[in-house]
């Protein structure tokens, strides 16, 4: 059976509106929660992908079949016969040596240690209900005029105090020293990552797009970092290739689960199981 969602037209006035979304949700008829519990959708789906799988390990006869109607959490016995399950059906081959060294060919800028940039920025913070088309516009001019070659030396700081959405406008939008580990991953991946990120000193030539809005940047010094030689890395980057690998079954074996199962009141496509996390 494949997976389902219980749907209504949409209607508050049609009788189906009472269906638009089960009073509880579950997988294979087992309930997820109480009726009247409300849990949020990331506990949820937990929930089913962990009753998911303690219900193909009671179909492989590694857990006793359960006589409830509505789900438990494995205690800590359970959960280790769970994994050890899991373990076994996703079981990946160690990566090779060719494939760590392509992995470190292709990924140099992700391994170097101890590179920091000073940076400052001015931030056009994305908000409910903020006209993101205005914004955009407002950004791009005020971009535009940091990147002139007559710009006055104190502009940025005027600007920054003027229009950027950061506390760091107060300081003129001195964020300091700067990791990629310190920054959000999108702006981590602009500045340190991209093969043009290495670009230099000044004014970054287009606006950096995060989860927290849109950014003009502007780098003020560099510490350039060393990269370590292959060997160092060996070891780091056959774990790394190993984590990825299982991830990548254990997320294909779960939605395998998922095709077979009926499931009601939850979202599963794409999910992770817990033991993704």
Partial sequence: MNATSTTGCGSSTCACSELAQPSVAHVNGIALHEPGEALDAQTLRERACTELLRQQAVRAG????????????????????????????VSVPEPTEDECRRHYAAQKSRFIVGQALHVRHILFAVTPGVNVHALTLRAEAALLELTRKDVSPGRFDQLAGELSNCPSS?????????????C???LANELFFQSDS??????????????????????????????PEFEELRQQIASRLLLQSRTTALRQYM???VGEAQIEGVDLIGADSPLVQ
């Fill in 62 to 89: 590694l857990l006793p079949r359960y006589g409830g109607l509505i789900a438990r959490a494995p205690d800590e016995t359970q959960r280790q016969i769970i994994e050890a399950m899991v373990d076994q059906v």
């Fill in 170 to 182: 107060a300081q003129g939008g001195d964020l300091g020293w700067l990791t990629p580990d310190d």
């Fill in 184 to 186: 959000a991953p999108e």
């Fill in 198 to 227: 290495r670009w230099g000193m000044g004014v970054h030539p287009r606006l950096v797009n995060t989860r927290f809005g849109l950014h003009i940047i502007e780098v003020l010094g560099r510490k350039k970092g060393r990269l």
């Fill in 255 to 257: 939605q395998l689960l």
